[in-house]
């Protein structure tokens, strides 16, 4: 059956219905990419800001435990190394638990990680080692592991070495993230401008459809309606359908007519 026969409630029912899924499909595709965007910034947030973050309160506690090392031989009042002593001791666990943010976080092979933990207790074992041997009086030998060229001076340099790998991957990954967003929401704007546009052109589509089938039937009652009125007793209607809407009207012109005929 074609579709200009159905009823007119029908026809109504199937277009609005057509527009209704292409809105249903709209709805979902911007649920899903909206869902794809946030997942996105969700990562950005917990992989390369949190851990660049951690690294950055990393350095800071190591470039402090490393300063306040050096002024343990500047200082010999006891009440200024105990508290030296205390705030190495407090920046170490921090240290330890930034460590941690960036064994959880860190999206990059577990090998840079680890390599950041042992560089970091390698280090703080040595300098343990020569905390002990200036507080025993040995500050001839404890002076040289501080120095560059010293033992704890190369595994700080070791550290620093791992830092760095981790924060190059963090800033590659930030940057990767970054230009995925960016296309995921072009992506989006280019659906979007689709399925506006084709629930835009189906509308106006439909509308015609609709509008014609309803406005043709009734301009070809009107006109045979005024033919008759005119005098024309022969005036038919050339409109053939099924729709019941026309065939309503058909019958009731036609009774009328055969009334006045007879």
Partial sequence: MKIRNLKIGIQLLLGFGALLIFVIILSVVSFLQSSNLHQQTDDLY????????ALGMLRSDFITIHRDMKNLFLTADETEITEDLQRIEQ???????????ISSQYLGPRADVDSVKRAFVKWN?????????????????ALPRIKNSGSGGRQAADLLKALD???????SKGD???????????SFEDQLIALVAVIVSLSLVIYYYLLSNIRKPLNELTKVSRQFHQGDMNARSSYRSLNVFYQNHLIRWHTVFRKMRN
Wanted: a positive charge; charged letters at 40%.
């Fill in 46 to 53: 917990n992989h390369p800001l949190i851990v660049r973050r």
């Fill in 91 to 101: 920046l170490k666990v921090n240290a330890f638990e930034q460590i941690d943010i």
């Fill in 125 to 141: 074992a040595t300098r343990d080692e020569t905390i002990r041997l200036l507080r025993e009086g040995k500050r001839d030998d």
């Fill in 165 to 171: 790998v981790i924060d190059k991957f963090a800033t």
């Fill in 176 to 186: 990767e993230l970054y230009k995925n967003s960016v296309k995921t929401n072009e």
